[in-house]
């Protein structure tokens, strides 16, 4: 069990660029789920996976952001023309089933700095 | 919707000082309730948990008692380290599917 891995650890990129970042969950981990967190604050759900299928996207995902898990495997975050309000950092956690008795493990997380 | 309150940080104290960090929240039905930690430069980790009322969760020195009838989830220690020094952040379970957070308390431990 090597924990949940995110990559890349930082990325800088210019406004309007495309950018994917890719979580790799605990191996038996069927739940996966995405959150940002900016500066002082904490961290805010965006989506979350249950295998492969999408199952609840918050409205705070807008329709720059779009998340796959094609085998219910890893999971790539996808963010197209950037804009420097998506300067965060980027959280991939994952569960095994509902959070409800062990909560999740979370990842390192990506941190993205949009110039 | 669901949410959570936590007292504002940052939360200054000296070495073995007692350690209060409120926190409240709404939630339909009775969530899970969870504390996690985030250390300077690290992910968050899960420090502990209750999962139905008047349950006491605990961990390297720390407590939090599920409190129904106030709904709230305060984290305890009764002597801090300045290892301790952290951003807490106190998340209900939302109907089982995820977890909301509240906006963290930093705690600043002086030796």
């Known amino acids: 069990d090597t924990g949940v891995s995110q990559d890349p650890r930082h990325k800088i990129t210019k406004r309007g660029q495309n950018v994917t970042f890719r979580c790799d969950p605990i191996s038996e981990h069927n739940r ?19 295998n492969e299928a999408q199952l609840e996207k918050s409205r705070l995902l807008s329709d720059r952001f779009s998340a796959e898990r094609p085998k ?3 999971s790539t975050l996808e963010i197209q023309r950037t804009e420097q309000g998506d300067s965060a950092m980027y ?17 390192s997380g990506t941190r993205l700095t949009v110039v | 919707g669901d949410s959570v309150t936590q007292m504002e940080g940052p939360v200054t104290l000296s070495e073995e000082a007692f350690l209060t960090i409120n926190c409240t929240y709404t939630a339909t039905g009775y969530p ?6 985030q250390y300077p430069g690290e992910g968050l980790q ?8 008047d349950d006491k969760g605990s961990n390297k020195g720390f407590e939090a008692t599920y409190r129904k009838e106030t709904t709230s989830f305060h984290l305890e220690k009764g002597s801090v380290q300045v ?23 930093r705690l600043m431990v002086k030796p």
Request: with cysteine; glycine share 14%.
């Open chain 2, 46 to 53: 899960l420090l502990l948990k209750a999962t139905k009322a």
């Open chain 1, 91 to 107: 959280l991939c956690a994952s569960s095994l089933g509902d959070p409800t008795l062990r909560g999740y493990t979370f990842g």
């Open chain 1, 32 to 50: 996966l789920y995405w959150y940002r967190q900016t500066l002082g604050q904490g961290p805010e759900f965006l989506t979350y996976f249950q």
């Open chain 1, 72 to 74: 219910g495997s890893f």
């Open chain 2, 83 to 105: 290892s301790d020094s952290a951003v807490y952040f106190c998340a209900p379970n939302n109907a089982g599917n995820m977890l909301t957070f509240g906006g963290g308390t």
């Open chain 2, 32 to 37: 899970s309730l969870f504390w996690y930690v």
